[in-house]
């Protein structure tokens, strides 16, 4: 099993910037992609960014393209988010998430582990 603990949250203006994190533990080895998914009231979850663990192939929604930066320490089993240039359409529950394949990865079934959702709100 793995966990994962987001953590760094919060409000912030238009055009700002915030960054999330995500830390793993337990069986990190089994991991090849850890990434970011968005659920905005009464939307479905959404693909935003995966990044390999063991590689650096990093892999981006167009909408967040060029503002979103997605980084792993691997000696701290910790990934995060880098959002610049934040947009009010960026408000949701943020999810980290993990999975042990190497396909599929802008599919929320792909992955296995979930974090328990922190919220990001961009006020105009």
């Known amino acids: 099993q793995v966990q994962l603990v987001e953590s760094g949250g919060g409000l912030v203006q238009a055009g700002g910037s915030l960054r999330v994190s995500c830390a793993a533990s337990g069986r990190t080895f089994s991991i090849y992609y850890m990434g970011w998914f968005r659920q905005a009231p009464g939307k479905e979850r959404e693909f935003v960014a995966t990044i390999g663990w063991r590689g650096r192939k990093t892999y981006y929604v167009d909408s967040v393209k060029g503002r979103f930066t997605i980084s792993r320490d691997n000696a701290k089993n910790t990934v995060y988010l880098q959002m610049n240039s934040l947009k009010p359409e960026d408000t949701a529950v943020y999810y980290c998430?993990?999975?042990?394949?190497?396909?599929?990865?802008?599919?929320?079934?792909?992955?296995?582990?979930w974090g328990q959702g922190i919220q990001v709100t961009v006020s105009s």
């Open positions: 998430a993990a999975t042990t394949r190497d396909h599929g990865l802008m599919y929320a079934s792909e992955y296995s582990y």
